[in-house]
């Protein structure tokens, strides 16, 4: 991370990071070895300063590492963000977790010289909006960009942010490296695949398979999710197998599938959004389970399928349908792949959020 200037004149953006910058990253998605990643995408399209866990424990000292120490490191990263505050005009947290201690501790620092935008994955969550309504932090927040209507609807009508300050946005795939194309083609034996962890329902599409002639592989890890998996406990039939993969056999995986499965349990907030936009981006056909918070990335019958939640019949069916209609199947995955390359590409998202960031440097002056 570039040191503010003293004295400049110059006005800067600056963007947490809740983790670490891989060493060798920008090497790495130039080889192709792996993805383009948002943070770094929106650094250049901001022309924005990074913060992550590491910056933010070099900045901090010993102060750092206590406060990582007793609350964690999201409140370091948000405390350190606090401390940088007069030397940007806009900073943007990316995420609840940063986003609202660093409101909190703006509370007591009287005029704030630096806006904020507040990414938000899931506030919904009884402590957030507790702390939300009680610091009275939407006088803190000048922006929230969501990725549900869902989650847009609760920050409206629940924590009363002007709708204004609240912007849905579809969430962001590297669409050059999920491509079709970019892996091994189909797999000469039907392939069922799914892939996740976070609020998955595994155990309904093990039963909707149970029996069928067709082999199912579930992807069940994630690099983001706390939740243990719930397989574990469930009667795998044969035709099923749970792996671990990294991010070229996972690409190999959805190449090889005849579909892509997305299970879920009932959440409000995009659960399951990433595996979606990947298979969608390889063009895939889609089944997924219509839950509150997951409408906005299918349209049911053009870019993918819906089932309720927990249906294992409905479930079933609709993959018998789709694997005795391969045509229909790939229509619905050109579809999703077109779809996704128009409103869900990795710069479409940081082109919408520099159009956002732009109007409160406007907003701040610059």
Known sequence: MTEPAVG???????????????????????????????????????????????????????????????????IALAWCCFTLRHSYDVIMTDGEQVGLPYAAFTMVSGRRRARHLMIVHILSVPKKAVLFRLLRLRRRIDEMIVYSSAQRDFAIESLRMPSPRVTLVPFMVDTEFFAPGSAAGADPVRLVCSAGLEFRDYPTLVEAVRGLDVRVVLAAASPWSKRKSELASVDLPPNVEVVRLDLHQLRELYARASLVVMPLQEVDFQAGVTTLLESMAMAKPIICTRTTGQTDVITDGVTGRYVPVGDVAALRATLLELLGEPAVAAALGAAARTWVVEHADILVYVALLRTRVAHHLGEAGV
């Open 8 to 74: 400049s004149a110059r006005r800067r953006v600056l963007l947490t990071v809740s983790g670490v910058v891989p060493q060798g990253l920008a090497d790495a998605v130039a080889s192709g070895s792996r993805p383009r990643v948002d943070y770094v995408e929106m650094a250049k399209a901001f022309e924005a300063d990074l913060v992550d866990y590491a910056e933010a424990a070099r900045r901090l000292g010993r102060t750092g590492r206590l406060i990582e120490r007793v609350l964690g490191k999201n």
